[in-house]
């Protein structure tokens, strides 16, 4: 909390005064002769998206290191994809404090979160601890019901009733009892040679039980989503 509370420090500091995109002259936080920074500016090469665009470009990186036969390969796993759950979390908070939102930023968010928790289900899924199918059923289950919101909620934009399937709060309780769940299981990940994290089976353990309970969420979500566009689903005419 307090690295993050640093981080937010650090980023409010470089945001225009106050909110607002820099007009003529120096900017007032950084004393640059500029008249807009690339950082904050509402073209799609903006700071949050080219977040978006590092979290996508490392989930081939992380597939590499899965599979590497490297020393703490777990732990160098469980970095990368800390790294990539991080930049999820800063590239919309950096979108709202600098108020540069963009239809490109909002396409771009969900996909790379997507790909990269996708990803991570599928490769453990391949064998995690010698047990094949731990991990494979709760993955099955999630990336099958993120296809089945995606397609919702793409049909309900094309019908102007997106907002009735936007994320909820147990969207973001799944989502953030995910990302725990997928770090604790890469860092239990076993590794060649004497590098085994200390209470292995003990994290192996309960990173599983909290990938269920998010699995147990999100279909309580997709619940929600289908039950409030079921009106609109069985309209007729």
């Not at 007009?23 to 080219?50: F, Y």
């Not at 597939?63 to 490297?70: E, K, P, Q, S």
């Not at 990269?116 to 991990?135: E, K, P």
Request: charged share 15%; aromatic share 10%.
């Amino acid at each position: 909390c307090g690295g993050l509370a640093r981080l937010t420090s650090l980023f409010d500091s470089l945001s225009p005064t106050p909110y607002d995109p820099p007009r003529h002259g120096r900017l007032p936080s950084m004393g640059i002769q500029h008249r807009e920074s690339w950082m904050w500016c509402k073209g799609p090469w903006n700071l949050p998206n080219m977040l978006s665009l590092v979290r996508i470009l490392m989930v081939p990186l992380l597939v590499a290191l899965y599979y590497a036969d490297i020393r703490h390969r777990g732990v160098t796993c469980c970095a990368v994809f800390t790294v990539a759950a991080i930049t999820d979390w800063l590239d919309g908070y950096l979108a709202r404090r600098w108020k540069i939102s963009s239809a490109f930023g909002a396409f771009l968010d969900p996909v790379a979160d997507k790909l990269m928790v996708a990803t991570t289900l599928v490769i453990l899924s391949s064998g995690h601890h010698g047990r094949v199918f731990d991990v494979a059923l709760p993955a099955s289950i999630t990336i099958s019901r993120e296809i089945a919101v995606s397609a919702l909620r793409e049909w309900m934009a094309q019908i102007g009733a997106r907002e009735s399937v936007k994320v909820g709060w147990m969207g973001k309780c799944k989502a953030f009892a995910q990302m725990v769940a997928l770090s604790g299981l890469l860092l239990s990940l076993p590794s060649p040679e004497a590098s085994k994290v200390p209470f292995s089976n003990f994290l192996y353990a309960s990173s599983l039980a909290l990938l269920w309970a998010s699995t147990l969420m999100a279909l309580s979500s997709a619940y929600d989503y289908f039950k409030a566009a079921l009106p609109v689903l069985t309209k007729i005419g």
